[in-house]
C-alpha cells in the first residue's frame, strides 16, 4: 500500500524544482493557469452559494426577492415586502451567524477581503489559511444573501489569492514569486466574478499601492484572468454584469465640461466613503458588546434602512441596472440623492461591524448613483447633457471608486468590460482623472492596506540600504540549525529541547526529514506538553532555499514573525537557519571584501570597462569565482547569462557563455586574456 502522503511531497518537490528551473514565461504559464483554474472555480462556487443564500434567506424568509441586473437574468424583482417585519430580523438574523462563523473558527475572515489579501501580499504572502477561504466563502454568502450591503468580490478574490499562498507553501516559492501568485489571484478572482478579465488582471498590479504599479504581476495576472474568465464563464454566461450598453456615442465636447464636474462630486464621495466606512468601524471597534453581536447590531440597522430604501439590500447591482435605463426616471428624486449617502452607511455597518463581504460592489452601486444624481439634476437645466443617463451612471462608477481604490485605469477598463461599453473610456478619462487628483490630494484609500510605492514596503527600504545583498548566496551566510524537531515529538521535549539549545524557536521536519513548519517557545506553552507539536507548527512559516540571494532572504525575513527564516535545499530538508545577524554579518564580509578589492584596483593602473564572454573549455568554464576563476585585481560589474543578468558572488560558477563586464589593472587582464582562451 504505498504512502499517498509520502509521493505527494516527492511530486511537490520535483514540480518545485522544475518551476525553479524553468524560463520566467514558463513558470507562470504554468502557476497562473493553476490560479486562474482555481479563480474561476471558485467564483462559480461563491456565485452559486450567494444566489442560494438569496433565495433562502432574503427571499423565502424574508419574503423580498431583489432584482438582478442583465447579466444574471435582469430579474425586475419585488416592488414592495410581503413580511415588513421580517427584512430587518432576516439581516441582522444572518449578519449574526455569519458573526459567529468568522469569530469561532478565523477571524482573518473578518470584513472585506481584498484589503486582507493585499496585506498578505506585502506582509507574509504565503501566511494565507485555507480555513479563512472557507470561511469567508460561508459568511459573506450569509451576509450578503440575508441582504447585508456587500460585494461579492472580497470572497472570491481571498479565494484565488488563498489558493496562491497555498502554491506558495507547497511549491516553496521564493519571496518575489509567493507576492505574485497571491496578487495574480486577487485579480484573477475579481476579474472572474465580474466578468472582465482584462480589468481584473491591471486591477491586480495596481491596486497593490495608493501611488505605483507593480509591473511584475501583469502578465502572471493577465495568464490567471483569462483562465478564471473562461471557467466562469463556461459555466455562467459570458454576457457582461450590466448587458451590452450601447447606443451611446461621444458627439458633443460641451459634455467633457459635465464630465469634469462629475469626476470632482465622485472624488469627493469617494473620500466620504472610505471616511464613513473607516468612521462606522471605529465606532463598532469601540462597542462594548461581544464580537458576535456587532454584525448582528448593523445588520439590524441595515435591515430598517432596507424598508425605506431597498436599494441598500444585497449587492444593489439590479439597481444599478434600473439607473441605466430610463426607469431612472420612475425613481423619485430625493431616492436617486440619499441613495449613495445611504449605501455608504449600510456598508459601514454591515461590513464595518464586523460582517464578512467586499467593499468593491457596493463603491460600483455609491458611484453609479452619483452619476445619476448629477445627470437628474444637470438634465433639466444644462446644454449638451443630453436625455440618455447612461454615460453618466458608468462613468460615475468609474471615477468614484476607482479613485478611492486607488486603482483608476483597472477600474476604468472594468466598468467598461462589465457595460459592455469601450467607446465611452476615452471621455470618462477626464472624470476619472480629476476624481483621482482630489482623492490623491487627500492620501486617503479605501484599503488601508496598500503602502504609498514599491519603496515603501519594509524589504524594499532595507534592500535600497544594503545594495550588495544580491551578491550574497544564502549558503555563504546561513549557519548550521541549532536545533531540529521532528513533529512527532511531544510538546513538552520540544519546549526542553529548545531551552537547552537556547532558542525560542526552531525549524520542524516530517517522518521522511523534509520542512512541516516552524514551532515556538511561545506556541508550545499554550498546548498540553503530552501532545504532539504537530498541534501548533506555523506551516506558513517562509523559508529561503539555499541557492538564493540574500535579498530573497530579507524579503523573507520581513514577513516572517519569528524573525528568523529555515533554509532548505532542493528537497525541502533544513540544512541552516538564518536571522537578521547573520545577514548583516555576511552583507558586512561583503562589504569588506569589496572595499579591499577596490582599493588594490586604486594602487595601480585601472584600466576597463572589458566585456568578455567565457569559451568553451576555457580555464573560466566551470570554475567559481571564489576559486581563483578570475586573476587577482578584477572586479566583474556585470555577468549575462542566456540573455539575462545574474548578480555575481563568490560562489558564482562560470559557464561557458557567460558574458562579464570587468574593469582592473593591465597586468590582471593581460592574465585575464589567457584565461578565457
Known sequence: MPNWRSVGRRVLAWASRRLAAASYLRRWLVLGAAIGAIAGCGAVLFYEALHLATHLLLASLGGFTPSTPAGEGGVAGSTGFVRPWAVPLVVGGGALLSGILVFRFAPEAEGHGTDAAIAAVHQNPRGIRFRAVVVKIVASAITIGSGGSGGREGPTGQISAGFGSLLARALDLGPADSRVAVASGIGAGIGSIFSAPLGGAVLAAEILYREDFDPTVLVPSLISSIVGFSIFGAVEGYTPVFGFVSGYRFVHPLQLVW???????????????AKGFYGISSLFARMNVPLIVKPAIGGLLV???GLELPGVLGTGYGWVQHALGRQLLDLPLWVVLVLPIARIVATGLSIGSGGSGGIFGPGMVIGAFVGASVWRLLEPIAPGVGNDPVPFVVIGMMCCFGAIARAPLAVLLMVAEMTGNLVIVAPAMVAVGIATLIVSRNDDTIYR??????????????????????????ADAAPRPRLVLDRSEPVGDAAQAMSHAGVEGAPVVDEEGRFAGTVSVTRCAELDPSLPIARCIDSTAPTVHVTERLDAALEALASSGDHWVSVVDAERRVVGTLAVP?????????????????????????????????????????????DGALPRGLVVTTLERDGEAVAPGGSTVLVAGDRLTVIGSATALGALEDAVA
Open 259 to 273: 464630465f469634469a464636474l462629475l469626476g470632482i462630486v465622485g472624488g469627493l464621495v469617494g473620500l466620504a466613503y
Open 303 to 305: 435591515g430598517l434602512m
Open 449 to 474: 492596506s496598500q503602502p504609498k510605492s514599491r519603496a515603501d514596503t519594509a524589504a524594499s527600504r532595507l534592500a535600497v540600504g544594503l545594495p550588495l545583498l544580491a551578491s550574497v548566496v544564502v
Open 582 to 626: 547573520d545577514l548583516v554579518t555576511a552583507y558586512r564580509r561583503a562589504l569588506t571584501t569589496g572595499l579591499r578589492r577596490i582599493g588594490e584596483l586604486g594602487r595601480s593602473e585601472t584600466r576597463g570597462p572589458f566585456e568578455i564572454v567565457v569559451a568553451p573549455g576555457s580555464r573560466l568554464d566551470g570554475v567559481a569565482l571564489r
